[in-house]
Structures are given as structure tokens and as C-alpha cells.
């Protein structure tokens, strides 16, 4: 039997109901309602109500019920220690894709732990395979009407799927789908493709099996498999070339006509590889179904050049257009092979816009993972270190707020930004994910300076 998880309070939320009551930090929520909770999702749903009765421990050991009047949906105003209210759930499969198996050794620990768990797909974001969900798990996000929840397909062929994960219950885990899909819940899914296993026919078949699940199923990315250069004893898997990326854009551009004339949207989308592999222009923004797969890299780089354009054409860029600098300024950014050229495309159209501005831009190559790995999300310290000593930086440095660890100023090689800052004597800033934050960093510095 499941050992009942301790929900011990780390914050209460000034002028919130919590402080109101006098809770304070160490204390536990024993229950609510009469029900055990079991992780967030219940917690959510039991405190929606008007009246409740909560059981509370206090850090001193003894029981008190709290009966409670509030507005509906009215939040508490807690913070717990664990923000899942339960342990996370480990992955059980072991994917020929698996990225976390290509890591290197001796990095922290947290980034070896394989998670596969349902409820961080609406906490956070994350794609799940379904083979950790029992039947229980269903109900709860049915009954809770959570979503949506976004799903790792990888294919629609169930055989075939077993082999991908290297669980025998990957196959029959689809057929949860189907409940979801009874239940009217959204789900957003992804197909990471694999050369020689899961494209071609293979993903061709998947397409066509996933468009009935429409509507509820809203999009489906299609990402090619990332490979570093730790994959020995590993499947053997080989990088996609520019005929692999042109045969893949193909299937689904005319997929994606077939479906924008018959449900009106395009419900299968490329991510931004795949067309820079091929050596194609970017799809416009319409064809993005308002970028709902953002975070797979699908439109990031079209909304990043639709953002600066914008950007540029506010009239707070005028006084420096027409206002030349006192002495030539010089900055300096980072990015991955990726998306080198878009981020040069734009430092291009600042310079010539701007009397006076030098935009350096330098495509970091991914020594520490491999040179197939052209993210910027993956760079490391060492690499940027190594490859910037010596180089022309200008009086700062930006570097894209996606190497650095969520919330902490430390890259993924555990090197800090001060540390940074020190190897190559330049002030560092981080520059977020958008066009907007690209322009208005180097109008700062430009206002600086002035």
C-alpha cells in the first residue's frame, strides 16, 4: 500500500486565508473535506468550494479542524514544500531515443532522473508516454476535466512503439487514448523521429491515425531525435540528412493542406530543424495554429523574427535612428548553430538601422554534448569559454536566458554566471526567448552609452 504523503507547509501567502488562520510554515495538511489528498490535482479540486473543513497538523504535533467560508475557487494561499504534493514517477521505459541515456557522466545528479509522469504534463508542460497511468490516473483527469495533456506518440503502430520504448506495455498504453479522446479532453502530442524506424511509411501511417482524434487531439509536433556523442552500447542511430528533412516536409505540408480544408487548421507541424536542414524558408505565422507547440521548437524561430519586426517598428527605436552615438558601441551575443542565422539576420537589420552599432554574433559549437546538438538550450559554460577567450566582446555579452538552470544563474555544466564573467572579463546579460527582449537589451546598452 502507498505510504500517504506529508504536505508540509513552506509559505503562506501574505493577507491570504492561510494567515488569516494562523497557519504558519511546517505545518501539515492532514486532510480535506473528510478525503486524504493524494497530490495537487486533489488539493485543487477539494478547495474549490465555498465551505470546507480542513484537517491540519500543526508543527507542534496536534490536530485541528479548520472550518472554512470563502469565495469559489477562492485560493488558500499555501505554498508547499513539494509542489507535486507526491513523489515523481520515474520512468519506466528505455527509449533507442532517450536523451538523458547520451548524457555524459559525472554531471549533477538531478539530470539523470528520467520522469514520465502525467501530472508534470499539465504542471509544467511535459510529454508523456502513458505507460506509468493506470486506469486510476485516467479517471482522475477526466473527472478533474485536466488539460491538455500533451502525449508522446512516437508512432501509432503499437508493435512497433513496444520496440521504440522497450516496454511491452507501450502498445496497449495508446489505447488510453481512447478514453481521453471519449472524454472530450484536449491533448496535444509528439512524434520524436527516429531515421529508419518511425519515418517514411511508418510516419505517414501515425499521421493518419492520429487526425482521428480530432478535434481533442489539437497538434502534433514532429521533432527529429536529438544525438549526442555519448551513445555507446546504445541503439544505433543515425542523424537525418537534407533529403531525409525534404522528404519529411513534404508528408506533412501536404498533410497539412488536406486537413486546413477539411477541420481548419494545419493539426501537424514540423519543428524549426527540419526546415534549416532542408534549407527552406520558415513557414509564415498562419501556419502555426497560433504556435501551440511552441516548446518542441515548432515556430519558435518565425515567432522570434515576427517579434523583432514588431519591435523595430515602435517608436521608442526612433531617437536612436536618429540620434548617432557619440562613439561606436559594440555588444556581443551567443547562440547555438540553430538559430545563428535568424539571430545574425536580425543584429544585421539593428547595424544598419542604428549609426554606430556593432552586433557580434557567435554560433557556439557544441563541443561537451557533440556537433549534432545545435540547440542554444544545451550549451555549457566550457564550451562558451573555450571558444569566446580572446574574441572581440564589446562592453557586454548577451547570452539566451534558455542555458541557464530555471530560476538560478548557473549554466548545465554547473559553471556560474560570475564564473563566466570572470574567464572572459565581460558583463554578462541574459536576454529572454524574444524578439522584443533582443531589441529593447541592446536599446539599454545604446542608451547607456550615450
Known sequence: MK??????????????????????????IAAINGS???????????????????????????????????DLDEDLGI??????????????????????????????ETLYFKDD??????????????????????DRIIRYRLGPINISFQTMNPK???????????????????????????????????????????????????????????SVSVVPVGLSKYRE?????????????????????????KLVETHGLHFIHASDEWYILAERELPEEERYDGYLQLENGVGMLRLLLNEFEDAMAEAKVMPFILHRQKQPVTVSMVTGNLAYPYIRRMAD?????????????????????GENITVSGLLTGQDIVSQLAGKELGCRLFLPQNVLR???????????????????????????????????????ILKEES
Open 79 to 108: 505554498v508547499f514544500e513539494n509542489g507535486l504534493m507526491d513523489e515523481y514517477r520515474h520512468c519506466s521505459n528505455r527509449c533507442i531515443f532517450c536523451f538523458i541515456d547520451q548524457m555524459p557522466p559525472g554531471m549533477r
Open 3 to 28: 505510504k500517504q504523503m506529508e504536505h508540509v507547509i513552506s509559505r503562506v501567502e501574505k493577507g491570504s486565508i492561510a494567515e488569516e488562520l494562523g497557519l504558519e510554515c511546517g505545518d501539515k
Open 233 to 257: 552500447g546504445l541503439y544505433p542511430l543515425e542523424p537525418f540528412e537534407k533529403a531525409d528533412a525534404e522528404a519529411v516536409l513534404d508528408m506533412i505540408e501536404r498533410w497539412q493542406q
Open 160 to 218: 512497433l512503439r513496444c520496440k521504440m520504448l522497450n516496454n511491452r506495455f507501450a502498445g496497449d498504453a495508446l489505447k488510453k487514448v481512447d478514453k481521453l479522446y471519449a472524454a472530450g479532453i484536449p491533448m496535444n502530442g509528439q512524434i520524436v523521429l527516429c531515421k529508419g524506424i518511425n519515418d517514411g511509411a511508418e510516419l505517414e501511417y501515425s499521421i493518419k491515425k492520429l487526425t482521428e482524434y480530432l478535434p481533442h487531439l489539437e
Open 117 to 138: 509522469d502525467s501530472r508534470l504534463s499539465f504542471l509544467q508542460g511535459n510529454y508523456v508516454t502513458l505507460t506509468n497511468m493506470s486506469d486510476h490516473d485516467i
Open 349 to 369: 537589420t539593428m547595424e544598419k538601422t542604428i549609426s554606430g552599432l556593432t552586433v557580434l554574433v557567435y554560433a557556439i559549437r557544441n563541443d561537451f554534448f
Open 36 to 70: 486524504e489528498i493524494e497530490d495537487v490535482f486533489d488539493y485543487q479540486f477539494l478547495i474549490q468550494e465555498t465551505y470546507i473543513e480542513v484537517l491540519v497538523e500543526t508543527k507542534d504535533g496536534e490536530e485541528c479542524l479548520l472550518q472554512i467560508e470563502k
Open 406 to 444: 530555471s530560476g538560478e544563474d548557473v549554466l548545465l555544466d554547473d559553471m556560474h554566471l560570475s564564473q563566466l564573467e570572470g574567464a572572459l572579463q565581460v558583463q554578462v546579460d541574459i536576454v529572454k526567448s524574444s524578439g522584443y527582449d533582443f531589441v529593447e537589451s541592446i536599446l539599454r
